[in-house]
């Protein structure tokens, strides 16, 4: 069966430290993005790719990196300026017919 | 700025009744919106897809119904079983081709009593 791959499921990052979270799918689908999820908050976009090498910032990208080098692929690195980083991290992917399919997520920590 | 919201945050029901959960979005020009189910600590299971020309979707006991021009989506779940509880989610994809990222509402806690 197709789906969203995410790893790790948990991750744990010290001060100071940039840290890449995976995301993989096999879907072959053309969008992919990275959302960011706090309690008690809604889901907010982080970074989102329509197609290979190339990529947009989502309304909180600051402290973010991506990179969309293959289709099936579209990891995010946290970066040390990212102060507050402790979250859950979800990835998607998009179908015109079957809208947006996610990962599992990864639980990132600060330590 | 698009806003979601969901009514209500948290709804404890007993098993077996009928209920209704609430989305309402600020902006009408949606290109579609989705029903998501997430347990604690999992991603998004997709639940429903309503297209902005359609009026409802059907899938076993949940039925999402949306009137764009009122801004308005409604989840019904009939028959409900304690499976049910979950943090259910909705979400707006803007017009313009909907490849620019869902906006969230932050969720309906819900509780199915044995």
């Known amino acids: 069966d197709g789906g969203i791959t995410q790893s790790p499921k948990y991750l744990f990052r010290k001060e100071g430290q940039n840290v890449t979270l995976s995301c993989e799918q096999n879907?072959?689908?053309?969008?992919m993005y990275w959302y960011r999820q706090d309690p008690g908050q809604g889901l907010r976009l982080i970074y989102y790719?329509?197609?290979?090498?190339?990529?947009q910032k989502g309304d909180i990208a600051e402290g973010y990196s991506v990179s969309r080098e293959k289709k099936e692929s579209f990891p995010l690195t946290v970066t040390s300026a990212q102060k507050n980083p402790t979250a859950f991290y979800l990835c998607?992917?998009?179908?015109?017919?079957?809208?947006?399919?996610f990962g599992s997520g990864t639980r990132l920590t600060v330590v | 700025k698009q806003e979601v919201t969901q009514i209500p945050a948290a709804l404890s029901v007993p098993e077996g009744e009928n209920l209704v959960l609430n989305c309402s979005f600020t902006?009408?020009?949606?290109?579609?919106l989705q029903w998501f189910r997430q347990d604690p600590g999992k991603g998004l299971t997709s639940l429903l897809l309503?297209?902005?020309?359609?009026r409802e979707q059907t899938s076993g006991r949940l039925n999402a119904s949306l009137d764009k021009s009122s801004g308005r989506s409604t989840l019904y779940i009939a028959a409900s079983q304690p499976g049910d509880s979950a943090t259910y989610l909705c979400?707006?994809?803007?017009?313009?081709?909907?490849?620019?990222?869902?906006?969230f509402g932050k969720g309906t806690h819900l509780i199915i009593q044995p």
């Open positions: 998607a992917s998009r179908s015109t017919r079957r809208g947006y399919t």
């Open positions: 879907l072959n689908h053309d969008a």
């Open positions: 790719s329509q197609i290979v090498n190339d990529f």
């Open positions: 902006d009408s020009a949606i290109y579609n």
């Open positions: 309503i297209q902005s020309s359609q």
């Open positions: 979400a707006v994809n803007p017009a313009g081709g909907g490849a620019d990222g869902l906006t």
